[in-house]
């Protein structure tokens, strides 16, 4: 995890990564409501690119090319006051990665293992980008480092509730923001 010496504003968006089932649908709008700011879900995002459901995207493309969309689609996105909910394969593309961490704070919204197992069960229709015959439990391993290597800040969503993991969020962020200085 690598420590966030930027200062949070208005003029930023927050990031969240994490594996399929970690909560990033779920907190991306709550997070938004108590920052008084919109949310955005990058695989609707792709969805809307390619006007198609993303699980049938990754039939049609395979694994490696999805990654190399998602990487441009990703790479090009310009928001502030934004929540920004990312697809758990975004962090295969450093391009993509240098541009959100560009953009603001990078939350790792980290669940078990076997929380994800639980969650996900085989993955069917959620559009993951896995390749055939790897596993869940495989890729949720191979993925872990990634999310450490890119993120700014970490809450276990399978430890507490959503209302409980945007507080610390939004606690972190505050510790994080601007202080006014106010002329007397």
Known sequence: MQTWNKKFSEDCSVILIGMAGAGKS????LLAERLGWEDMDTDSVIEGYYGRPLQGIVDHLGVKEFRRAEEYIVSGIGVFRMVISTGGSVVYGPKAMERLKLLGPVI????SGETCMNRVGGGENRGLAITPGQTLEDLYTERVPLYEQYADFAVDTDLCSPDECVNKIHDWLKSKEISEVKDK
């Open 26 to 29: 779920t907190l991306a709008p």
């Open 108 to 111: 790792y919204l980290r669940i």
